[in-house]
T-cell receptor, first 112, second 114 residues
């Protein structure tokens, strides 16, 4: 069966520090991969998606970047965090259109 | 582009009350429609889905019918429980430039009181 792993679950980082969040998928090949952010009390914002290794599409200009070094690995990064980067980050994978996405358990990032 | 509009709430109900959360969409073609649920501090879980007009998705007592004529996918449950307290997201997935992105509504927070 397919599973998705996302870590860490919670992270507190100072302003200006770097960030690396990792997401891995098991049990499927060539999935579409997605990073979403959910700010406090707000909806879900699609940040990046990837349809293959090395292929990254950015939805919103921001302080973050994404990479897909392997088929089932998706990484969200920042060189210097801002206070506004705080939020709940969710990784997801999907295949056929008639199916939804499967989400990871999320990372709660607090920038202080 | 594709979009989803759902009632923002918050919605507060007593246990065993009837629940409706409205969701309408705008999309080209024939998208698949979904309801996701997010319990406090957790990621999103797929609650139910429908892939074509007049399909009814159902799970855990929740139901939603894909209405193409009204472009709606309202979520209903006949008798809610305290454990149903969560945020509910309506979403659609259709072809947009080949990426098949999932587009979400803003979410509706439901609180069920005993």
């Amino acid at each position: 069966s397919q599973t998705i792993h996302q870590w860490p679950a919670t992270l507190v980082q100072p302003v200006g520090s770097p960030l690396s969040l990792e997401c891995t998928v098991e049990g499927t090949s060539n999935p579409n991969l997605y990073w979403y952010r959910q700010a406090a009390g707000r909806g879900l914002q699609l940040l990046f998606y990837s349809v293959g290794i090395g292929q990254i599409s950015s939805e919103v200009p921001q302080n973050l970047s994404a990479s897909r070094p392997q088929d089932r690995q998706f990484i969200l990064s920042s060189k210097k965090l801002l206070l506004s980067d705080s939020g709940f980050y969710l990784c997801a994978w999907g295949t056929r259109t008639e199916y939804g996405y499967t989400f990871g358990s999320g990372t709660r990032l607090t920038v202080v | 582009g594709d979009s989803v509009t759902q009632m923002e709430g918050p919605v507060t109900l007593s246990e065993e009350a009837f629940l409706t959360i409205n969701c309408t969409y705008t999309a080209t073609g024939y998208p698949s429609l979904f309801w996701y649920v997010q319990y406090p501090g957790e990621g999103l879980q797929l609650l139910l889905k429908a892939t074509k007009a007049d399909d009814k998705g159902s799970n855990k007592g929740f139901e939603a019918t894909y209405r193409k004529e009204t472009t709606s996918f309202h979520l209903e449950k006949g008798s809610v429980q305290v454990s149903d307290s969560a945020v509910y997201f309506c979403a659609l997935r259709g072809l947009q430039g080949g990426s098949e992105k999932l587009v979400f509504g803003k979410g509706t927070k439901l609180t069920v009181n005993p």
